[in-house]
């Protein structure tokens, strides 16, 4: 191996990384700065709070935001949003090809934050829905996450080691070159 090909070959995994790392967001206007539009209203009063792009879920009653959503490559997809309950907010992520409920969870009244859940995801075709009787919700995303790198733990210092020994060939061969 030369060192034209071991850069070739640290310009390829550096660029793959970065396109992981890059994942978009499989959720349409999340943070719901043109209204609605991508998702679709259920129930009871569904606006946006004044002076903000948060989604108003539900204060008069029992209200619901949906949107349905396609992905492309299993893999492991991390949803985030952001929300303030006053009371219990409901999420859930339905397979809509055999409409089951794939994952749910319930977050209590009263409590405010940001939420983040990491779901092994076939691809296909689902619907991610949030259901409260007042709720806020905003920054809605779910993005595929990167492949876990395996800690120094799982091959401490391996890396310095297969260099080392390149170091050592490279050595090696420009003596016996030179010798010949």
Do not use: C, H
Not at 133 to 145: E, G, I, Q
Request: no cysteine.
């Amino acid at each position: 191996m030369n060192i034209k090909s071991f850069v070739l070959a640290v310009a390829l995994v550096i660029t793959a990384t970065s396109a992981v790392n890059a994942a978009t967001n499989e959720i349409n206007n999340g943070k719901f700065e043109n209204d609605f539009k991508k998702w679709t209203e259920v129930g009871s009063t569904i606006g946006t709070l004044n002076g903000s792009d948060a989604a108003a879920i539900g204060s008069s009653g029992l209200g619901s935001i949906i949107q349905a959503f396609s992905i492309a490559t299993d893999g492991i997809y991390k949803l985030a949003f952001d929300f303030a309950s006053i009371k219990k907010l409901s999420v859930a992520i339905t397979d809509l090809s055999s409409n089951t409920i794939l994952w749910s969870t319930n977050l209590a009244a009263g409590i405010n934050g940001s939420f983040s859940k990491k779901l092994d995801l076939d691809a296909g075709t689902y619907s991610l829905s949030f259901t409260s009787k007042n709720a806020l919700v905003d920054n809605v995303s779910l993005k595929a996450t990167a492949v876990a790198v395996p800690g120094p733990e799982a091959g401490a210092g391996l890396g310095a080691v297969a260099m080392g020994g390149l170091a050592f060939w490279m050595s090696r061969r420009r003596q016996s070159g030179a010798a010949a």
